[in-house]
């Protein structure tokens, strides 16, 4: 089995490299903290999404002892909005736990000890921060690796192979004195020009010996199994303003599904749909709610849609915030809402302002 030129990569990543927020050029070791942070965010998100929100979390927790030492709250909040609301969770215990041992640790052992961090994780922080010569495996390193052996097996079964075999990319005396390189250049190159649908194999530094490009079966790689049909579940949501501008928010269950973070009043997530009588007995308090519309919301395993009521009302009553608290209007943005629970707040004052409630 042939294995592709270290230098060939890494020729091609020293011109070509992408410029991005967490990186450093040059002589510079990278900060572990910055590194570690945008490995976190960039699970199950792209690097569009993450850029701006790395540079807004980074101006307001500059470094880990910062993170670690910030309220709960304020961490959810910051993250409101990237999804996958556990790794927020995650980030801040871990963020405790490297404070507590005076460091990040410097290996992938110690790496994965830490809450939140996987092998992927631990394997591109040891490599881009420390200088360990291993390699990630992430989406793009599978693909890259899929490819360049004509691995035909579907993922995810073929998931094990892959990682098997993208560990040796790195054999080369080049790859093992620049790991940091090394691994940054499988992503760019996994993200430019071994893209998932259309691969640019005539301007690949490793097209000679690619497998696939060599057979004409590149762009099919890799192979996935069906996805099975994704579930449907239903409910409502309440936006309420009192005279003041006021609105109530509550604070979800600290285990689950968006776990710990701020939403609006609502109905349980059910498969049967909800008709309007059961969504009315199912309101906070009585009132003259109106239905703003339905909003539509992709989990990774079910799609959501949340009917979004409204209503204008003087005032609350304290019954009324009994499971929740009141919040100004304009400081909405400021909590830890999800994306799902933003959608229904802009659709519910979408409606409030069209209708002069």
């Known amino acids: 089995m042939t294995h592709p030129s270290a230098h060939a990569l890494l020729h091609w990543y020293d011109r070509h490299r992408r410029t ?11 900060d572990p903290y910055r590194v570690w942070l945008s490995e976190i965010m960039l699970q199950q998100t792209t690097v569009k999404a993450v850029a701006p929100y790395y540079l ?39 963020a405790q736990a490297v404070v507590a041992l005076g460091g990040f640790p410097q290996d992938v052992q110690g790496l994965r000890a830490l809450p939140g961090i996987g092998p992927y994780t631990a394997a591109a922080v040891a490599a881009i921060a420390f200088g360990v010569p291993v ?14 052996f004509a691995i035909t097996d579907p993922l995810p079964p073929a998931r094990k192979k892959l990682a098997q075999l993208a560990i040796t990319l ?24 071994c893209s998932p649908r259309a691969p ?14 060599k057979q004409g079966i590149a762009a099919e790689l890799p192979r996935k199994l069906p996805k099975a049909e994704r579930p449907v579940r239903f409910g409502a949501a309440f936006l309420a303003r009192d005279a003041a501008g006021q609105i109530l928010l509550r604070k979800r269950a600290e285990k689950g599904l968006l776990a710990a973070m701020t939403e609006l009043p609502g109905t ?14 199912a309101a906070p308090f009585t009132a003259d709610w109106t239905l703003a519309g339905r909003v539509k919301h992709v989990f ?18 304290n019954q009324a915030v009994s499971d929740g608290f009141l919040v100004p209007m304009e400081c909405v943005k400021d909590t830890a809402l999800p994306s799902i629970m933003q959608k229904c707040f802009e659709k519910g004052l979408s409606c409030l302002k069209e209708k002069k409630l």
């Open 20 to 30: 991005l927020p967490w990186r450093v050029v040059g002589q510079s070791h990278p």
């Open 56 to 94: 807004r979390f980074t101006e307001k927790f500059p470094t880990v002892q910062a993170l670690a030492s910030a309220d709960r709250e304020d961490v959810l909040a910051a993250w409101a909005g990237l999804g996958y609301y556990s790794r927020a969770r995650n980030l801040h215990a871990c």
């Open 135 to 148: 390699v990630p495996v992430d989406g793009n390193v599978e693909r890259v690796t899929a490819r360049l």
């Open 170 to 193: 790195n054999a080369d005396r080049e790859a093992q004195e620049r790991p940091s390189d090394f691994a940054q250049a499988l992503f760019d190159l996994g993200s430019s020009l």
């Open 200 to 213: 640019a194999c005539g301007l690949c530094p490793w097209q000679g010996e690619c497998a696939a490009h």
């Open 268 to 281: 349980e997530w059910r498969l049967k749909n909800w008709n309007e009588t059961e969504i009315l007995q």
């Open 300 to 317: 990774t395993h079910f799609t959501l849609y949340l009917d979004v009521y409204v209503a204008q009302i003087k005032h609350f009553s």
